[in-house]
């Protein structure tokens, strides 16, 4: 029986799980730190506080339950990897062996360290601790409003670092929450600001210039203060300083200016590109080691062009498949056939019931994108908590 090793259990490992769970004579083992799938497309609702947080995550035990006892759930971190050995040694668990291994171990925010003062004055959003952090923060400074008059009067500043698709969502959900919150209620927090700094003329700067242009507009309407043009160039305590020679004060900073590898996948000795992701053959495997796939935001994946792919939850879903479809063609002594992933569109979120749904050639907007993003989101998510309950019915009726 061959044993495979999942670690990560974001997008592509739960995709990769998913596609092997029902391939005979086979062991599997999925491998996190987190004992949940967080839904990080949800993750700026859940900071804007219209969506609870147990519906942004997916419980890896009872997943992992549900498809039956070859499926093994182990909470812990990965120490580290032997890969002429093939053997990983967590923090707690016994070292374990495997036949093929799939590194779906994500990303970190990557702290730029040419801006003076970055990591020790923002913060990232690229976990659950992250979201929950900035929704208790933000929700803290509400309520001291709410209590005294003269809290209230004072100006508060959020100041969000990087205006791809994570810095235009945040700041737009962030906004639409304050003018939310200010109408509901009699207290002046209108003097709640959100400012948004990109390095480029524009926002989102890899898409469409219609979709840039309506994403602009829409946070204008909102009343996000847009900084353009100008990169940030040191930060000391609560200032943030611009090539420009201006300079913006702040209570919270926010910084989305990018991702980088997981800090394990540099101990393992391949290569990887300068972001620290490993460089995959298009069958998404390691050229060195062929029982190694690396997917999502662990490798760095390119289309049928070349065309490096975004680091997304689309991309991590498809990559996830496709490993697993490949260790499924070896397990028959089949050739693994080329990864090919083609992405079907971005939707951005950008407060309240107002999305962008960008296709390339068609793009839709408001209203009606919203719905189509939120129906997306639950056709990937209601089949998973399914699975989870069904999952826990098993975990129950064994302790009976």
């Known amino acids: 029986m061959k044993h495979i090793v999942i670690i990560g ?9 998913r596609t092997l769970a029902n391939t005979k004579d086979i062991h599997i083992t999925l491998i996190d730190r987190h004992p949940y799938h967080f839904l990080q497309t949800e993750a700026y609702e859940l900071v804007a506080n219209t969506l609870p947080f147990d519906k942004t995550i997916v419980n890896l ?24 050995q093939r053997c990983i040694q967590c923090d707690k668990v016994m070292p374990l062996f495997y036949d093929y291994l799939i590194l779906s171990v994500g990303s970190v925010t990557r702290f730029v360290n ?25 929700e803290k400074e509400l309520y001291l409003r709410l209590e005294n008059a003269q809290q209230a009067k004072q100006h508060y500043s959020i100041l969000v670092a990087g205006a791809g698709l994570s810095g235009v969502e945040i700041a737009a959900q962030m906004q ?5 919150y200010y109408k509901s209620n009699t207290l002046a927090c209108n003097t709640l600001k959100i400012h948004l700094v990109s390095g480029s003329k524009t926002i989102l700067k890899h898409m469409h210039p219609k979709t840039s242009s309506c994403a602009y507009k829409r946070l204008e309407k909102l009343g996000v203060i847009l900084h353009t043009g ?54 998404l495997q390691i050229a060195e080691y062929p029982n190694i796939f690396a997917i999502g935001d662990a490798a760095e994946i390119v289309d049928k062009k070349g065309k490096i792919l975004p680091d997304n939850a689309q991309v991590a879903i498809k990559s996830g498949i496709c490993a697993a479809n490949n260790i499924k063609q070896l397990l028959k002594n089949k ?24 296709m390339e050639k068609i793009r839709i907007y408001g209203i009606v ?21 069904a999952g826990y019915e098993k975990t129950t009726s064994c302790q009976i």
């Open 9 to 17: 259990g974001g997008y592509g490992g739960v995709s990769a799980l």
């Open 61 to 84: 035990h009872t997943l992992s339950k549900s498809f039956g006892e070859h499926v093994t759930f182990i909470h812990d971190g990965v120490k580290k990897i032997d890969i002429t």
């Open 114 to 138: 040419a801006i003076k003062g970055l990591k020790s004055c923002s913060r990232g959003v690229k976990s659950m601790t992250g979201a929950f952090e900035m929704k208790q923060f933000f």
């Open 176 to 180: 639409e929450y304050f003018n939310r």
């Open 230 to 283: 100008a990169h940030i160039t040191k930060i000391k305590t609560d200032i943030a300083y611009l090539e420009n020679k201006q300079s913006i004060t702040f209570d919270f900073m926010i910084f989305t200016g990018g991702i980088m590898g997981s800090p394990l996948l540099n101990t393992l000795g391949l290569s990887c590109n300068k972001l620290g992701q490993l460089k995959v053959l298009n069958t």
């Open 335 to 358: 050739q693994p056939l080329a990864a090919n992933i083609k992405l079907k569109g971005v939707a951005i979120a950008l407060g309240g019931r107002y999305a962008i749904l960008d």
């Open 369 to 389: 994108a919203y719905y189509l993003k939120k129906i997306v989101e639950k056709f990937y998510k209601w089949p998973l908590w399914l699975r989870c309950k």
